[in-house]
């Protein structure tokens, strides 16, 4: 496996912790519906969050959260609306980033809470 795909899998193991600590109940990982994943769909309260984790080893060249694309977002949202019809969910949707810098063996995590909006133009 190359590098940057086990540094990814670090990265979602360590957003899966960090959820789970802050009290969410993690409902799936990996998740995937037509061309889109959905790296996390957690919820707490009433609120369903949907979140993609972004890890990088440098932000010489951006911020992890600066790496998820419009068409990335547009994938999401479709996957979203798909999993909350045939779950029959009554829950808030949150759109969320999880973005961590692996810097010498440590690992910094920035939690982005409702981090974009989708708006169909």
């Given at each position: 496996m190359a590098e940057h795909n086990e540094l990814g899998k670090i990265g979602e193991e360590i957003a899966v912790?960090?959820?789970v600590?802050?009290?969410?109940e993690i409902l799936e990982a990996n998740w995937v519906?037509?061309?889109?994943?959905v790296d996390i769909i957690a919820q707490k309260g009433n609120v369903l969050a949907v979140v993609e984790v972004k890890t990088r080893s440098s932000?010489?060249?951006?911020?992890p959260q600066d790496f998820v694309k419009p068409k990335k977002i547009k994938l999401l949202v479709k996957?979203?609306?798909e999993y909350v019809i045939s779950n029959d969910l009554e829950v808030e949707v949150q759109f969320?980033?999880?973005?961590?810098h692996a810097k010498e063996n440590q690992f910094e995590i920035e939690h982005l809470k409702d981090a974009?909006?989708?708006?169909d133009n």
């Amino acid at each position: 496996m190359a590098e940057h795909n086990e540094l990814g899998k670090i990265g979602e193991e360590i957003a899966v912790d960090f959820l789970v600590e802050k009290g969410y109940e993690i409902l799936e990982a990996n998740w995937v519906f037509q061309k889109a994943e959905v790296d996390i769909i957690a919820q707490k309260g009433n609120v369903l969050a949907v979140v993609e984790v972004k890890t990088r080893s440098s932000i010489d060249f951006g911020s992890p959260q600066d790496f998820v694309k419009p068409k990335k977002i547009k994938l999401l949202v479709k996957a979203i609306n798909e999993y909350v019809i045939s779950n029959d969910l009554e829950v808030e949707v949150q759109f969320d980033i999880i973005a961590i810098h692996a810097k010498e063996n440590q690992f910094e995590i920035e939690h982005l809470k409702d981090a974009f909006y989708y708006f169909d133009n």
